[in-house]
């Protein structure tokens, strides 16, 4: 029997610390001592260290079941830095060769591997399960156990056969742990392990140092991801996106204003996900663009925000991915951009799946739009979701406590709700019990002759937009409460048949409005300075005579457009205009520049808080991948067949970049393909042109060239002399 001054002791000896956090003394004994155990505990809690000490105590190896290969290699590093030798701690994964996996296998028969993660397909597969069947196991720990229930955020279908592979192997104690579990998905969690006799360990859902904040998503988001992250400067933080394309998008934008960041998503291989991994933890990268691939496990303590530039699936995905910020304890930013529309996409994408995965994935839906639109406090909210009671009514660190909305009377509207409730018999959901109040005689409504009832359309007089938020409220409070077996249905507690029996004051506050947004990017629409563009076209034509170039060269048209309307007075602030790059703000700007402060000075001119961001062209990856081969000197033949192209059409998209302010040096492709007097006569013309028009260039040079010459060319040119 291990004391508990014993316990301490071997905390200290492995893992330096000085003392258990929370629960995770009394979770370790429970295992110490064989018993079954489920630990529900938020991220940043120290769930890891729950399976790990135990694994040194216990005779035998520690089975891990984890989901991610990255998740593995990260704890594996972290338990092997115990040890003087390697092999303390191994993983079992499809990254692995088959010398390496004979490797793991003989460090766990010679008793030397304490603990062996596996991912579940690794542990379903027959050779691991006759190899484990000869092998002591001391107990099996499941990791992101929420992946076995549908109901989870992250269902995987191979945990589902955990338990049957368990029963194959051989029985030991089971530990399952996850970091976001409703009591929904804590019955599914251990009905499907077979651990209904578990000892339960619960902490505390609340992370007091995270700041929640929701934000209307509009055509501007980018600029705002920008505008935040320079504000934080070097703090670290990830950025999550639903689709690969869009984190891909997004992190070219961000590298684009000069930010450190990388995308990382499961399209990429496992060497880029890994590398990407490391800069990150090593501060060499300050931002990740990611899906949900990213974050499970990852131990750095001082991510400082996470931004989530699409709503999340599920309210238990979104407190997972939070979770991610300040672990140490210290500042946490969680922000959320959302716009119906988001949802609606995510809906669209639920179709063909089966009936009861839809139906399941559209509560989940409800329950994160309730949780965006709503003016609760959002610590409140999510707290109630996982089955906490948060009593304080303001916890002063979210946009809503911070903002508070002014609060109605919804006393009547709320007996109306729970007499709807109990009339239909408790058997119908949140749009059903609206429906019925509103008097809306659905085909639903009238096959149920619940048309027919007295409470019918008693509240049809009131808003129809308060529905929801007495609802939504009313759960909160105690009133009314969902079911866990048929989630969704609504049921009256004690606390609402005594509220219905003697009505006391009920004050709601009402939902947030969102607007859709335009995908679309579009210019600002503040107005341009006539007078100042005037002067900025006269300044750019004598800059243009000083280096004897043309005027396009210098700036071009939009460019002095922008200038005139967004007043910018910075070399920073020069490259937020677009068409202009580093070189060219830095080789040309400074005159323009002087120019823009006197005359906002002159004239007590108010500038734009927030400059329009550089963006990417259209179809950025593609962009990246053709400045990425340019750099590696790639022949733009095999260039343009890599990216499916017509030489033309490379030629379309090179131009593109070159004009929005990047330098490319093709001048190894041009020196294969054209004369050295040929280039130099062309490149003449163009220094000499008051137009960088291909016709009139073919017109002037007398057919001489080629127009694919001539395009080769300008792009030197424009390259060398504008950017």
């Known amino acids: 029997m291990i004391t508990e001054n014993t316990l301490t002791e071997k905390l200290k000896h492995y893992f330096g610390f000085d003392k258990f956090k929370g629960d995770q003394k009394a979770i370790i004994q429970n295992l110490l001592d064989g018993k079954n155990t489920f630990v529900l505990m938020p991220t940043g809690g120290g769930k890891s260290l729950c399976y790990q000490l135990p694994s040194m105590l216990m005779e035998g190896t520690a089975i891990v079941i984890s989901p991610l290969i990255a998740l593995m290699k990260n704890q594996v590093d972290v338990i092997n830095s115990l040890s003087e030798n390697d ?53 099996y720990a499941v990791d992101e156990a ?57 902490s505390s859902f609340n992370r007091p140092n995270l700041y929640y904040e929701v934000r209307q998503k509009n055509k501007d988001i980018e600029r705002q991801i920008i505008m935040f992250i320079k504000q934080h400067e070097g703090k670290s933080g990830i950025i999550y996106c639903l689709s690969r394309k ?70 238990e995905g979104y407190y997972q991915e939070t979770g991610r910020a300040g672990r140490d304890g210290g500042e946490g930013i969680c922000i959320a951009f959302y716009a119906y529309k988001d949802l609606q996409k995510l809906e669209k994408f639920m179709e063909g799946k089966p009936i009861a995965e839809q139906d399941i994935g559209r509560q989940l839906l409800q329950e994160t739009a309730a949780y965006a639109e709503s ?48 009339a239909v018999k408790e058997n119908f959901r949140q749009d059903y019990i ?49 079911d866990v077996e048929n989630y969704g249905l609504l049921k009256v507690t004690a606390a609402g048949r005594r509220f219905l029996k ?17 995908e679309e990017p579009t ?24 280096h004897n170039l043309p005027a396009y060269v210098i700036f071009q048209d939009v460019s002095i457009e922008q200038m005139a309307t967004m007043y910018p007075i910075t070399v920073e602030e020069l490259q937020n205009i677009q068409g202009v790059g580093v070189g060219k703000a830095r080789r040309y700007g400074e005159p323009f ?23 990417v062209a259209k179809k950025s990856i593609q962009k990246v991948k053709i400045i990425q081969s340019i750099d590696r000197e790639v022949d733009l033949d095999d260039l343009a067949t890599a990216q499916g192209l017509g030489f033309d059409e490379l030629l379309d998209a090179i131009e593109a970049i070159v004009y929005s302010g990047t330098r490319l040096n093709i001048d190894y492709f041009i020196d294969e393909v054209m004369d050295e007097e040929h280039v130099e006569d062309i490149y003449e013309y163009f220094r000499e042109s008051d137009t960088d028009d291909i016709e009139d260039a073919l017109d002037e040079l007398d057919g001489d060239y080629t127009e694919e010459e001539i395009r080769l060319v300008r792009i030197k040119f424009l390259s060398e002399q504008a950017n």
Not at 98 to 126: C, F, H, W
Not at 186 to 192: A, H, L, Y
Not at 291 to 313: C, E, L, N, Q, S
Not at 502 to 518: A, G, L, W
């Open 87 to 139: 092999g303390l701690a191994h993983y079992l994964n499809s990254s692995l060769n088959r010398s390496a996996i004979g490797q793991v296998m003989d460090d766990v028969r010679s008793g030397k591997t304490r603990l062996l993660y596996v991912a579940p397909e690794s542990l379903n597969k027959e050779e691991n399960v006759e190899f484990l069947r000869t092998v002591k196991i001391s107990f």
């Open 146 to 202: 929420h992946c076995i229930s549908e109901w989870g955020h992250d269902f995987r279908p191979e945990y589902r056969n955990i338990r049957p592979t368990i029963n194959s192997i051989g029985n030991a104690p089971v530990i399952a742990l996850t970091a976001t579990a409703t009591d929904k998905v804590r019955t599914d969690i251990k009905k499907s392990l077979g651990i209904m006799d578990s000892v339960e360990f619960k």
């Open 246 to 315: 869009k984190v891909e998008e997004l992190a070219a934008v961000l590298r684009a204003n000069d930010i450190k960041a990388a995308p990382y998503h499961a399209g990429l291989d496992s060497v880029t996900r890994s590398q990407t991994q490391d800069d990150f933890l090593m501060e060499r990268i300050d931002i990740i663009v990611a899906t949900i691939a990213f974050g499970m496990g990852i131990d750095k303590p001082d991510v400082r925000f996470v931004i989530h530039y699409d709503i999340p699936k599920s309210l």
């Open 375 to 422: 003016s609760v406090c959002r610590r409140k909210i999510l707290l109630h979701y996982f089955g906490e009671n948060y009593l304080e009514d303001n916890c002063h660190c979210c946009d809503n406590c911070l903002y508070p909305k002014e609060r109605h009377e919804a006393k009547d509207l709320l007996t109306i709700v729970l007499r709807a409730v109990l």
């Open 434 to 482: 609206i429906d019925f109040v509103k008097g809306r005689p659905t085909d639903d409504i009238t096959s149920h002759k619940h048309d027919q009832l007295e409470e019918f359309g008693a509240g049809e007089d009131a808003d129809p937009k308060l529905w929801n938020p007495v609802i939504r409220q009313a759960i909160i409070a105690g009133y009314m409460r969902k």
């Open 502 to 518: 003697e009505p006391t004051s009920f004050m709601i506050v009402e939902d947030k409005k969102f607007s859709e947004y335009e």
């Open 523 to 546: 210019e600002g629409s503040t107005a341009l300075d006539p007078e100042l563009y005037s002067m900025l076209k006269d300044l750019r034509k004598e800059v243009a005579q000083k």
């Open 593 to 615: 520049l002087k120019l823009i402060k006197k005359h906002c000075e002159l004239n007590e001119i108010e500038r734009p808080q927030e400059l329009r961001v550089k963006t």
